[in-house]
């Protein structure tokens, strides 16, 4: 590490960023936010000098892959970088044809940075897509041809299954596909995966780690079919449909060990923050909160408390309407809010 100084600074402000996450201001009389600061000042001209430069390695990969995760960790807001470490990503794969080696290492770096990609550049909640945008004259289409093909396996490094980014892209795009055909699609998958659970992309795990990588993928795609109906339905929260999408996750993840670093509860920010969206009964606001302390607890990010104020916001909005019975589309809230939330 001490080979590429670009790499060394990435990894101390991930570290500063998750000490400040957990509250710690100071260490040994030194403030956290003026190293992070500092780290930011010189770290990152040395990224672009490398970059700059072409150097194309899994060193530069994993830096960049840091930088990101440092950012989002951190919490900002109004001047977060993590969508501007977005696009660095999104230039780094339209140009992974030149990664096509037979570097075990690099083809393992690349997957990862496709993995990170692909879920920031879904889940995350931004009501002004200002900041992340395309530049004037640039195409809106990722473009990106992926370094592998999305399967029905769980995928070890996000939790559930790569194909429900697709579905999540699709239910987010300005056009979507027609909607009956992408909810038939959607239930498809969840229909097979009933008769034929699918696999887990690591070679070797306990049958509670399985079972529990089981649990999250479900419960991503009922989280995924809550937006789907919420998105391009426009159902309300207390509708049939949504209602039942939610009492099977809740019955899901108390199932699931929570509030465990290294776990696949580090996954739930997504589906934590769609079925609180939908909340409007206390004892509702109240279990959902009790989880996403256990998320905070798991991987103590500045986000997640963004995440819960974010709840707080929307729930204060819906007693402001006057909904308590769950008759508004949680879409419509949401709509209200002005500030970015990271569901990775």
């Not at 040994?28 to 000098?49: A, C, D, F, K």
């Not at 509670?208 to 649990?215: C, I, N, T, V, W």
Request: aromatic residues 6%; negative net charge.
């Amino acid at each position: 590490m001490l080979q590429s100084p670009h790499l060394l600074s990435a990894s101390l402000a991930l570290s500063a960023s998750s000490l400040a996450s957990r509250g710690v201001e100071e260490v040994e009389g030194t403030n956290i936010l003026r190293v992070t600061e500092h780290l930011q000042s010189s770290g990152l001209p040395l990224l672009r000098l490398a970059l700059e430069k072409g150097e194309q390695s899994e060193i530069l990969i994993a830096t960049c892959l840091i930088w990101c995760l440092a950012d989002v960790f951190s919490g900002q807001q109004g001047m977060a970088r993590w969508p501007i470490h977005l696009r660095g990503i999104k230039a780094l794969l339209r140009g992974q044809e030149r990664f096509d080696s037979g570097d075990v290492a690099l083809k393992s770096a690349m997957r990862h940075l496709f993995m990170l990609y692909r879920a920031l550049e879904t889940l995350p909640h931004v009501p002004s897509i200002g900041i992340i945008g395309p530049a004037p004259g640039e195409n809106t289409t990722v473009g990106i041809s992926t370094p592998h093909t999305a399967n029905a396996q769980i995928d070890g490094f996000l939790g559930y299954s790569e194909e429900l980014l697709d579905i999540l892209q699709q239910i987010n795009s300005k056009t979507p596909a027609d909607t009956n055909v992408l909810l038939g699609r959607l239930n498809t998958i969840i229909s097979r995966d009933v008769k034929h659970p699918p696999g887990v992309s690591i070679s070797s795990l306990s049958s509670q780690s399985g079972r529990d990588f089981a649990l999250c993928n479900k419960v991503f795609q009922q989280a995924t079919l809550i937006q789907l109906y919420r998105k391009l339905y426009g159902l309300s929260s207390s509708s049939e449909p949504i209602s039942a999408a939610i009492e099977t996750i809740n019955g899901m993840i108390s199932n699931m060990a929570q509030g465990e670093p290294c776990h696949t509860w580090v996954a739930m920010a997504m589906p934590l923050f769609t079925v609180g969206c939908e909340a409007y009964k206390e004892d509702q606001k109240s279990f959902i909160l009790d989880k996403i302390h256990k998320l905070e607890i798991c991987i103590g990010s500045l986000h997640v408390k963004i995440i819960e104020q974010a709840l707080k916001d929307i729930w204060k909005l819906r007693e402001d309407f006057q909904d308590y019975e769950g008759d508004l589309c949680a879409g419509y809230l949401l709509e209200k809010l002005s500030y970015n939330i990271v569901l990775f």
